[in-house]
């Protein structure tokens, strides 16, 4: 075997170094939404799984996840009678033989509004804890990634079964982000049970991984772990998927779209749902519509999409489009096609979302920076922080309090090819650049190899 020094976490507050010797190792994923090949949606794990199995020839993976599509909420898999049913990753290639891909079965109420969509998330974690208990395949390593934090659960059962270390990621601080949605108040039911839940899994597991440092700091002052016990590794992209795109991929695609080389076009990419405020580009758009050579598309998909196309079609916004969602894979090349990218979250008005411990950052605001697209966006806090202040790539405006500079933000830009081009660039090196996925897979792998080395010298 050898002997290697690796880097673990990647927090604000720096690396700890920890010798780790090198050996076979097989990791335990515990993530719901991991996509199957040709799938829409964010492909964090997806493409950390890769960038693993490359770094490591020995390594193994083996995830559990769910049946039900996250946009649509339709039935991607059906197990049957079973519980599940396995395959290989053929979206990993040559390597598809070291990932194996457990489907566990959920309920078909995904779909079905916010009791619905618990009802199926809650099944699907007591279903993978019914297939743990007889599961022979003994892992190194844990790692249970939300949302939801119910899709985490299993981590403490796997735990206790074989005795091994547990990373728990919390990519949104989901009893909080209830609560700042107004979906529900605090003292809630089931609000004050997602916190336990939160507090169980965050305290029991070895390790806490936060996606923003909002998230790790919240969880470090709320006392649920040590700073030195948890790291950040943020979304991101993966970089060659954005810099080796097709060069006719933009005149072809707007050829297609029937948008002139010299119109200048605004790109919102994402979700339509509460967490969103998807229904501000319909009034942007109408705001604009005396600006002919501006042209917005929507490439999104949710429970509110019905609504907002309808809404779209009521007041006649010909310069408003909707497209289906495309390939994760397919993202970059239509993202070529666009000037502006727009950022849209429910936010505004929620006096606990800042830049220390609460806010998030949507993971479409990297797959802009990888386009070297300007950003205009109406989420404060973080969002402004990291995207305004720090990487100089965007303008923030409310699109409630100041709406009417949120249109000027885009008038601005549309107005200033030059200005366009500086900041997408700006964006690019500040967001993209600096928060890649090569980088945050390199220091996720080090992490639980250092857990793997603890457990095993003890």
């Known amino acids: 075997m050898l002997a290697r020094a690796y880097c673990v976490g990647n927090t604000e507050a720096g690396c700890i170094l920890a010798l780790s010797v090198l050996g076979p190792m097989h990791i ?23 960038l693993w199995l490359e770094s490591d020839p020995e390594l193994r993976i083996t995830v559990f996840t769910g049946t039900v599509n996250h946009y649509t ?36 109420t995904y779909g079905k509004g916010f009791a619905g969509k618990a009802w199926s998330q809650m099944q699907w974690s007591r279903n993978c804890q019914r297939v743990l208990r007889s599961w022979p395949d003994k892992p190194d390593v844990i790692v249970a ?47 004050q049970y997602l916190a336990w839940l939160e507090r169980r899994l965050v305290t029991t597991a070895d390790h806490f991984v936060g996606v923003v440092r909002t998230s790790l700091n919240s969880i470090v002052e709320r006392g649920l772990k040590p700073r030195e016990q948890c790291s950040m590794f943020t979304n991101g992209i993966w ?29 919102y990419i994402g979700q339509m749902g509460k967490f969103q405020r998807v229904i501000d580009i ?52 239509w993202l070529s096609v666009a000037d502006i990218g727009i950022g849209l979250l429910n936010s505004t008005g929620n006096i606990n979302w800042n830049s220390t411990t609460s806010g998030v950052i949507p993971g479409k605001m990297y797959d802009y920076a990888g386009a070297k697209l300007p ?78 080395e603890q457990y095993r010298q003890a």
């Open 28 to 50: 335990l994923l515990f993530h719901m939404y991991y996509l199957r090949p040709g799938e829409s949606g964010n492909t964090r794990f997806n493409d950390f799984c890769q």
């Open 73 to 108: 909420g339709e039935l991607r898999v059906d197990t049957g009678n079973g519980l599940f049913v396995e395959s290989n990753d053929e979206g990993a290639g040559e390597r598809r033989d070291r990932i194996r891909v457990v489907h566990v079965k959920q309920a078909a």
């Open 145 to 191: 990634t939300s949302p939801p934090l119910w899709a985490a659960e299993p981590l403490l059962l796997a735990r206790r079964k074989w005795g091994i270390p547990a990373v728990i990621e919390e990519r949104d601080l989901w009893p909080e982000s209830i609560v700042q949605l107004g979906l529900a108040p605090a003292w809630h039911p089931a609000v």
């Open 239 to 267: 970089l060659p998927r954005f810099d080796n795109i097709d060069p006719q991929a933009r005149g072809r695609i707007r050829n297609e779209l029937g948008i002139s080389p010299e119109q200048v076009v605004c790109m």
């Open 282 to 333: 319909v009034d942007i758009a109408d705001q604009m519509q005396g600006r002919e050579d501006i042209e917005f598309l929507v490439m999104a998909d949710g429970p509110d999409r019905e609504e907002i196309v309808a809404e779209a079609g009521r007041r006649r916004l010909g310069r408003l489009r909707f497209l289906p969602l495309v390939p994760a894979d397919d993202v970059p090349n």
């Open 375 to 452: 950003v205009v966006f109406n989420a404060h806090g973080l969002p402004q922080d990291m995207i305004e202040r720090e990487a100089g790539g965007g303008i923030f405006a409310s699109t409630v309090e100041r709406f009417d500079e949120f249109c000027a933000a885009i008038t601005k830009l549309a107005d200033d090819e030059q200005l366009r081009r500086e900041m997408g660039l700006r964006n690019y090196e500040g967001m993209a650049v600096r928060y890649n996925k090569q980088r945050m897979a390199e220091g996720y792998l080090s992490l639980m190899r250092s857990l793997v």
